[in-house]
Structure formats: C-alpha cells, structure tokens
C-alpha cells in the first residue's frame, strides 16, 4: 500500500461521467483580519477538505484503514482532530479520500500543520504520514 499525496483545499468535484477529480483553491495561506486582541483565539468561518490518493496494487479483498488528521498551531500544540474510517473495494487498486472539515481555530499567526496519517484496521502492517502547512498571516485591525 502506498500514500501517494494530499492536499488541502477548499473544495474538490468527482466528475460522474469520467471519474475524474478536480481540486479548487489549494490552500497553503490564510490572511485573516480580525478586531480581536492577539491571543485570543479566532474561529474562522471556513469550510475546506483534505483530499489524498492511496493505491495497493496486491490487494484483493476489501481493506478497511482508519484515517486521523490533527491541526497542529506554530508552537507543535494539537488543536483539532478529524478523521473516519476509508475503504478499498474488492479489487480496487486505487482510493480518493475527501475529508470535509468545516470552521478551523487559529490562536496566533504562523505556520500551522495539518498531520495526515493512515493506518491499517485489518490486521496489514501500513501507516503512512505527511505533514501539510499553512501559513497563517493575522492583521490585528479595528473593523
């Protein structure tokens, strides 16, 4: 089993004719403006996805895998953690992840992680990692 990619973006469309994927608006920096004090944390009204390819080309059984991504703030604290249950269909080779997260806490500007990691539920030794950042960029201003 290998982790090809992922990445993080605001939406993604399956086309239902062609199977392909589209990714719109790749993130790898936020500027946020805000009238709150620095600090004090900032929900952000933001929905985005973490999409990932994963292909096995010995599998042949349906493959259950837990996927966990945890947002990580520029000071390596853990804010937030998402994550579900994928699975490989009998003889598929291939599997697209889309993991919609909705609204996302910020407390300073800097470089966030978002830690993407991949584990086997059945039995099959397999993890895989990858670290996305995100550069976060805060004006403090009076709106």
Known sequence: MQHHWSVLCQSSVIDI?????SLYDCLEELNINTPLKPGQPINIPISFEVVSFLSDNKLKTERKLELKAEMIDP???????FGGQL???DGSKRLRS???IQGLTLNEPGTYIMHISFQGLDGLDFKAECDL??????SYKLM
């Open 17 to 21: 004719d062609s199977n392909l994927l």
């Open 75 to 81: 000071k390596g604290k853990k804010i937030n953690e």
């Open 87 to 89: 699975f490989f269909k």
């Open 98 to 100: 889309r993991l919609k």
């Open 133 to 138: 950042p995100l550069d976060v960029n805060i």
